[in-house]
């Protein structure tokens, strides 16, 4: 998925591969499929398939996954689908449409988001789109461009050709601070004319693969500093020196020793879904205080304005402990997804629990994947088990991440 930010360019390459493309625009004038050129012969695309109308983040949602399922029943030779969203499209819902529907699963597999940034204008755009300038002057936005940032697995920043010098507020060096700020974890490459000379660092990310552990071990290392004081079980990791309040940015969690899978589960569901248990209990609560005080009158909260913690992204790596009858002195079987098959292939201890296998956390949006890595990534017989964890976001609250973080690991793992 391609999220061109408000202009950043596009270009064409010449492919061996077969590419399905589907494009948005937010207006009634098909002024992409007019330009759009097929690379062989220059020709006008006979394939293209435009969503008018519409950002692919909301009102053409339900097109989009009409579209896919169409564009692969006719074309059975596509080796990729490039979806290419509007300026104002909002990446989250786009990428949980893979996780959600079941006819795409077993044809189409997210292989990562993509950020073309306009460097020239880049600056003013999070700042005009930011809902922090709404809260002091009553203008500003929903973060759009922030969030596109946020999201991205890849980041191209187009136009560097024609920035200022070094010396002016709008230099790269400066785009480079204001996008690292955002989203320090995303490999990000600069270009002119968007022209990418190796084509599979976009087509062949596999971002979301559970054998990526070196990019998110890469990934954590970008947003913290060096930590070499393992003397305290769990400890937070130092990050760059750019965290605001009201401003979308990372948060790096790193523990010493092993977490309990259902623990990590119920804990990224608290985080991503956070008013999933609430809704019930405090409308119980409101009603029985409302009855008790003769109030007939909507309930409204006092604290309206409360801001509440975003969370976009979250990528991280685990040492997995799985849980021990204290009654046979063995791992419980089918206590989680993973555990059975580690004790039939031998990687999991069956004394302590402890799994062998490196676990790849994924979450975009409200949604996220904790999945085994492949035998040959797993930990070695004398490695330090650590747990890292990278969460990008808005109005994160650090204490309380980490707090609950600490929560899911289990004190008597072996950590050796």
């Not at 205080?289 to 976009?312: R, V």
């Not at 650590?386 to 969460?391: A, D, L, N, P």
């Amino acid at each position: 998925m391609i999220e061109n930010e408000y202009g950043g360019g596009e270009n064409d390459k010449q492919l061996a591969e077969r590419l399905g493309l589907t494009v948005n625009d937010i207006s009634t004038l098909s002024v992409e499929t007019m330009i759009a050129k097929d690379g062989t012969d220059g020709t006008n695309l006979a394939d293209f398939i435009e969503l008018p109308n519409g950002c692919v983040c909301c009102t053409v949602k339900d097109s989009l996954v009409e579209t896919l399922e169409n564009l692969l029943s006719k074309r059975t030779d596509l080796d990729y689908v490039i979806i290419e969203a509007s300026g104002m499209a909002d990446p989250g819902p786009v990428a949980s449409i893979f996780w959600l529907d079941e006819a795409l699963d077993s044809r189409i597999q997210l292989d990562g988001i993509i950020c073309c940034i306009d460097a020239l204008n880049i600056c003013n755009q999070l700042k005009n789109t930011s809902s922090s300038s709404a809260e002091h002057d009553g203008d500003g936005g929903g973060d759009e461009a922030a969030r596109q940032i946020a999201f991205a697995d890849r980041i191209i920043i187009n136009k560097v050709d024609i920035l200022q010098p070094p010396q002016q507020n709008n230099s790269i060096e400066s785009v480079l601070q204001q996008i690292k700020s955002i989203n320090p974890t995303a490999p990000m490459k600069q270009t002119t004319y968007s022209n990418i000379e190796d084509i599979n660092w976009i087509l062949n990310a596999k971002c979301f693969d559970a054998e990526r552990v070196k990019d998110v071990e890469s990934a954590f290392q970008q947003s913290t500093t060096e930590v070499s004081d393992f003397s305290s079980p769990l400890f937070l990791a130092t990050l760059n020196q750019h965290q605001h309040t009201n401003a979308v940015g990372t948060i790096a969690l790193f523990g010493r020793g092993s977490v309990d899978l259902c623990m990590i589960n119920a804990w990224l569901a608290t985080l991503l879904w956070p008013d999933q248990d609430e809704k019930d209990c405090i409308l119980r609560a409101r009603l029985e205080a409302d009855l008790a005080s003769g109030n007939t009158a909507p309930h409204i909260p006092t604290d309206s304005k409360k801001k509440k913690q975003q969370i976009y992204r979250i990528k991280g790596i685990l040492s997995v402990v799985h849980g021990i009858d204290m009654d046979t002195g063995k791992v419980i079987p089918q206590s989680n997804d993973f555990v059975d098959e580690g004790l039939t292939a031998g990687l999991v201890c069956s004394k302590d629990g402890l799994d062998r296998r490196r676990f790849i956390v994924q979450a975009v949006n409200d949604l996220w994947d904790v999945l085994p890595a492949s035998q040959n990534l797993c930990w070695d017989i004398n490695e330090t088990r650590i747990c890292k964890i990278v969460v990008i976001g808005k109005w994160l609250n650090e204490e309380q991440l980490q707090k609950s973080f600490d929560d899911c690991f289990v004190s008597s793992t072996n950590n050796t």
